[in-house]
């Protein structure tokens, strides 16, 4: 097995991470922009780099890495969808919806933005979230064609380390 085989299997996950930190600053700074927030740049950016990176390597995880290596996942289909999924939810909505209450509460606080009377945020919310979403959508894209082929590379290595461990190289190891 080549040793760029292993090293997408280990790292790979944090390269889906890593795209859905940046997603997140991005989704961050549509929002900033569209609600003409200019202040507490870092107290919201931080946490848009950090939490979708965590998230979203911990998901991976957690639904195709774990599964192949305990055995419980022998479809390759199965973790093709799989990995898009995460790479469509924890990479590209995730780090959009975690954005949108942050800045409106950033807007909110130091009165950058009119606020919607209290029946109407839901509207607001979604209209808001329109241009955010029309921008986002190459990345959302992205991140889910990533996660695909991450997936079928995981389920292609962890196949060949499966032959390998429990095929001819197994009779030979008893002799």
């Not at 009377?117 to 959508?137: F, H, Q, T, W």
Request: charged content about 15%.
């Amino acid at each position: 097995m080549s040793a760029p085989c292993l090293k997408l299997f280990t790292y790979g996950p944090l390269y889906l991470g890593g795209n859905a930190g940046l997603a997140g600053l991005i989704s961050n700074s549509l929002y900033r922009r569209a609600l003409n927030v200019r202040e507490a740049r870092i107290a919201s950016n931080l946490p848009m780099a950090v939490l979708p990176f965590l998230t979203t390597c911990a998901l991976y995880s957690a639904a195709v890495s774990n599964p192949l290596l305990s055995g419980d996942l022998d479809c390759p289909m199965c973790a093709i969808i799989r990995g898009a999924l995460v790479g469509v939810i924890g990479g590209g909505v995730y780090p959009i919806l975690l954005a949108l209450p942050m800045n409106i509460g950033l807007a909110s606080r130091y009165y950058t933005a009119p606020m919607p009377e209290k029946g109407n945020m839901l509207r607001y919310c979604v209209e808001i979230s329109k241009p955010v979403l029309r921008r986002m959508r190459a990345v959302i894209i992205l991140q889910g064609f990533f996660g695909t082929y991450l997936g079928s590379r995981h389920f292609e290595t962890y196949t060949k380390l499966a032959r390998i461990s429990f095929g001819s190289g197994r009779e030979e190891l008893k002799d």
